[in-house]
C-alpha cells in the first residue's frame, strides 16, 4: 500500500513512534459509553482481561474479522476512501449481527487491531469513534467495548469479538425450520452488495444521487436490525440466522441444517429486486442477483409456524416444505441466475 493512501491528508501524524500507552491513551476515551452501556462489564479496559456478567449463567460468543483489500478498500474504484468510522462501525454492526441471529442482545465487545506504521493516529481514533456510535446507534444498549488488542501488521486488520446473553430463554438455530414454516426476512437484503458494486465502479461517487449513494453508505455501515433477533425468538421462530453471505447460500444453510426445503416467493425477490432499481439502472446490473447473492446487510432470515403473527419489521419471503424423493435440502427459486452463488472468501 503506498504511503499517501493511508496517510491520506499531507504529514498527518502516524502510529508511527507512538507507544502502545500512547496510541492507548487516544483510544480509551472515545470507548466510554453512558452507564447504561456498561451495566454488564464489570472491569472495562486496562487490566490484562476484563471481566463481563453473564447474566443467565451463558455467554453467547461470536468472532469476525475485516482485512482491508478483502472486506474493504481504503481507495475504492469509485474514488470513495473507507474512513476508521466505516470499519469501526461495521466491525460492530456484523458482530452484533450474529448475535442477533441466536435471538440474543449484545452484553460486550472486544477489539484487535493490528495496523500499519503509515496510519494516522486520526483513522484509528475514527475507528474507535465509529465502534462505539454502531453499538449505540444500532442499539445494542447494554453493550460496551471492555478490551482488546495491538499490534502492527502489513496491512489493517480488525476483529472484533462479541458476548452476549439469552437472557434465560432458548437460542434460534439454523436447524428448527419445520415443513409448513413461513420464511421471513427483516432488515435489507442485496443493499450492500450494490452499494460494493458502485464502489468498484467507475461511476464517480460525488456524481451518485441520493437515492443511489444510499446502497454505498449501506455496504460502509450496515444497519443489522437488532430488536429483530430477540422479537423472533419471542415469537416462536424455529429457525433464523443473519445474510452475511447472501440469500441462496444462507438460506442453503438454513435448509441443510434443517434438512428441508426453502422456498422463495418470486412476488417477494421482485419486490426487494424492485428497491434496487436506481443502482441496477445506474450499472445495467441485475438486481434480483444482488437480493440472492448480496451478502453484508445482516438482515435476518427466519422461520415461523404458519399462523404466527409476524413480529414487527418481518414480511414473508417463502416457505419451507418437506424434501421431496430426489430433492436435497436446498433453495427453490423461479429463477437462478448463475452468478449468485454468494460470497465464499476462498472461492472468490
Ligand atoms: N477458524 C475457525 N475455527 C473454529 N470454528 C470456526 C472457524 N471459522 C469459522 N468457524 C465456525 O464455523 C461457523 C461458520 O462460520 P462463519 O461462516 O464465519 O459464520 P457466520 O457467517 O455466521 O459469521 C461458525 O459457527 C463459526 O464459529
Ligand atoms: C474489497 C472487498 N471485496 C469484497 C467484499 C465483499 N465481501 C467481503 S466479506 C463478504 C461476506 C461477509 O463477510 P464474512 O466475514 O464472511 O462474514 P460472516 O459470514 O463471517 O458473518 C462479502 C460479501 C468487500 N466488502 N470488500
Ligand atoms: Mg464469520
Request: glycine content about 12%; proline content about 6%.
Amino acid at each position: 500500500m503506498p504511503e499517501d493512501l493511508r496517510n491520506r491528508v499531507d504529514r498527518q501524524p502516524t502510529v508511527a513512534g507512538l507507544s502502545e500507552a500512547d496510541l492507548l491513551a487516544r483510544i480509551f476515551p472515545r470507548l466510554r459509553m453512558e452507564d447504561s452501556h456498561t451495566i454488564n462489564t464489570v472491569l472495562g479496559p486496562g487490566d490484562d482481561a476484563a471481566i463481563v456478567a453473564a447474566p443467565d449463567g451463558k455467554t453467547v460468543i461470536s468472532i469476525d474479522t475485516q482485512v482491508e483489500d478483502q472486506d474493504f478498500r481504503l481507495l475504492w474504484p469509485n474514488g470513495y476512501r473507507t474512513t476508521g468510522f466505516d470499519v469501526g462501525w461495521k466491525a460492530a454492526a456484523q458482530n452484533l449481527s450474529d448475535i442477533n441471529a441466536m435471538g440474543a442482545r449484545a452484553t460486550s465487545m472486544v477489539v484487535s487491531l493490528t495496523l500499519p506504521v503509515d496510519t494516522p493516529v486520526s483513522w484509528v481514533e475514527d475507528l474507535a469513534d465509529g465502534l462505539t456510535a454502531g453499538i449505540r446507534e444500532l442499539g445494542a444498549t447494554q453493550c460496551s467495548v471492555a478490551g482488546g488488542d495491538l499490534g502492527r501488521g502489513r496491512e489493517i486488520s480488525v476483529t472484533v469479538a462479541v458476548l452476549g446473553t439469552l437472557d434465560g430463554g432458548r437460542p434460534v438455530l439454523r436447524s428448527g425450520a419445520q415443513p409448513g414454516d413461513i420464511l421471513a426476512l427483516a432488515g435489507t437484503v442485496g443493499h450492500a452488495a450494490a452499494g460494493l458494486a458502485l464502489l468498484e465502479s467507475d461511476v464517480a461517487v460525488d456524481t451518485l444521487a441520493p437515492a443511489e449513494r444510499v446502497f454505498v453508505d449501506l455496504q460502509s455501515r450496515p444497519r443489522p436490525p437488532l430488536d429483530a433477533g430477540p422479537a423472533a425468538r419471542a415469537a416462536g421462530a424455529t429457525a433464523m440466522l443473519d445474510i452475511s453471505d447472501g440469500l441462496l447460500r444462507d438460506g442453503g444453510r438454513l435448509a441443510a441444517a434443517s434438512n428441508a426445503g426453502v422456498a422463495l416467493d418470486p412476488a417477494a425477490l421482485a419486490r426487494l429486486a424492485g428497491l434496487l432499481a436506481p443502482a441496477a439502472e445506474l450499472l445495467g446490473a441485475d438486481a434480483e442477483a444482488w437480493v440472492l447473492g448480496g451478502g453484508e446487510d445482516h438482515g435476518l432470515l427466519a422461520t415461523f409456524p404458519a399462523g404466527v403473527q409476524l413480529p414487527p419489521g418481518f414480511t414473508a419471503i417463502g416457505s419451507i416444505h418437506a424434501l421431496g424423493t430426489d430433492e436435497g435440502p436446498g433453495v427453490l427459486t423461479a429463477r437462478r441466475p448463475g452468478d449468485t452463488g454468494g460470497w465464499d472468501h476462498f472461492a472468490h
